[in-house]
């Protein structure tokens, strides 16, 4: 991001990335509780203006992946929810969730057995590159679908996923797949793609005020 500042942090449209994202879970009437997972160190949040709710909870337990600090969240909140509860995963650092978005994606689960995610069908050719950068295969797009957040599973399925995979999975979907299980994909928003370069807080900008 070519900047100091955590990106969670950094300013878009008049706040902070981190508090558009808490918003959206914040204003939704059928999500009981917010729980945001920080490191240990973290200093900024607390300085935020963000908007006291008694659905909102701090938990200063992050993990050293994304696998981590979703289970260290999960077993933090352990004695506040019922093994059949449906968790929602999002990263921070999706600002441009749409209240619509988020509840198409549970109005699309609630009732399923397994759960699943926001994705995208991807749009673009695929390149694979060799070692030096030359493209060394093109790779059929058909079927491919890029994987955004939230992801919404069972309490107690995804802590057990997340317990036993082998290795660090990339998402909880892909821990959930290693049960033998298939999450689903429900269509999500281009508007909420992952701050990753500094020209995504522009373009993020420019979805937001559509």
């Known amino acids: 991001m070519a900047s100091a500042t955590p990106k969670q942090y950094l300013p878009l449209t008049g706040d902070v990335v981190i508090t558009h994202t808490l918003n959206v879970f914040l204003n939704a009437p059928n999500i009981h509780q917010v729980h945001v997972v920080l490191s240990a160190d973290d200093k900024v949040f607390g300085t935020l203006n963000i908007a006291q709710s008694a659905r909102l909870q701090l938990h200063y337990c992050g993990g050293d992946s994304r696998a981590q600090t979703v289970l260290n969240g999960l077993h933090a909140i352990e004695s506040q929810i019922a093994d059949g509860d449906w968790v929602l995963v999002h990263d921070a650092a999706r600002p441009g969730l749409s209240d619509d978005a ?42 491919l679908w890029q994987a955004q957040t939230p992801q919404m599973f069972r309490y107690q399925t995804l802590k057990t996923a997340l317990q036993q995979f082998d290795g660090v999975p990339t998402d909880e979907a892909e821990a959930i797949e290693a049960l033998g299980l298939k999450p689903n994909l429900v269509v999500g928003e281009l508007r909420n793609l992952k701050v990753t370069y500094p020209q995504d807080l522009a373009v993020l900008a420019a979805l937001m005020n559509i």
């Open 102 to 143: 988020l509840q198409r994606l549970i109005s699309s689960l609630e009732t399923d057995n397994v759960g699943g995610l926001l994705a995208l069908p991807l749009a673009d050719t695929l390149k694979r590159a060799d070692n030096v950068q030359k493209v060394s295969a093109t790779i059929p797009r058909a079927d």
